[in-house]
């Protein structure tokens, strides 16, 4: 933060006409600096419609530079298969679609939209991922995901500010784009926020006729695979879900009480 003061302390005492001014050898980008001071400004009062716009562009470069499992392949089918009853979370209309990469993952979107990796499929049984599934759904169902673009997109335009002070400056906007949504995908929850999807994971086994014990067994494998060989494939994953000891615990004594 306190770059971003002061490249703003900066531009209030260079005259407008100049585009560019020299600080140590560098050459500062004086227009740049202060739109992204701006944007770091206005982060903080995006409202939920400029945040669904983040998200759809976000997902939407995500979906472009990620390799998208056909409808038809055995993935896609599945997919179809488990999400057939999910149409909507909390009024927002879901989408889903399996990245067919090696990481172990899974994220949603403040659009409703949610990705599967086609890892994660290959390590859960329907149960399994029919719970995780409704995990992430239960972030979309709450302020979770908003919240962290709303962070991610504060950390983007902060890493731009920096860019702006650099000897060349390239085009930023793909590298912005880039940056939020790496910062977007690797976001922690609150644990507040990771109960409450564990719960709505676990309600939507339920509700679908799955096991309950889908949610725990679920949070049982990446415990288990965080602490194998693999463990890097399941890092951003592991990372972005903590004390999963704790909750698949948790998950585990809730479906006892089912019986």
Sequence with gaps: MKRIILCMALVAGVSALQAQVRIGGRTINV?????????????????????????????????????????????????????A???????????????DVSDVNAFACGDGSVRIFSALMDLMDDDELVAVIGHEVGHV??????????????TSAAINA???????????????LKDLA????????SQKQEYAADDYGFDTC?????????????LDKLVELSQSSR???V???????PDSEKRARRMHEKADKMK
């Design 182 to 189: 790496q910062a977007f995908v690797d976001a922690q929850f």
């Design 31 to 83: 227009k740049k600096v202060e739109d992204t001071a701006r944007d770091v400004a206005s982060a903080v009062s995006l409202s939920d419609e400029d945040v669904a716009a983040l998200c759809r562009e976000t997902v939407e470069w995500m979906d472009a530079n990620n390799p998208i499992a056909d409808e038809a392949s055995e993935y896609g089918r599945r997919l179809a298969r488990l999400t």
């Design 162 to 176: 920096a860019g702006a002070a650099s000897r060349t400056v390239g085009a930023l906007s793909e590298t912005q």
């Design 231 to 233: 463990a890097s494939t």
């Design 141 to 154: 169902a709450g302020t979770d995901v908003k919240d962290a673009l709303r962070t991610a997109y504060v």
């Design 206 to 218: 339920i509700a679908n006729g799955f096991s309950p014990y889908g949610m725990a067994r679920a």
């Design 85 to 99: 009853n999910l149409r909507e979370a909390n009024g927002i209309a879901l989408n889903f679609k399996v990245y």
């Design 235 to 241: 890092q951003k994953m592991f990372a972005s879900h």
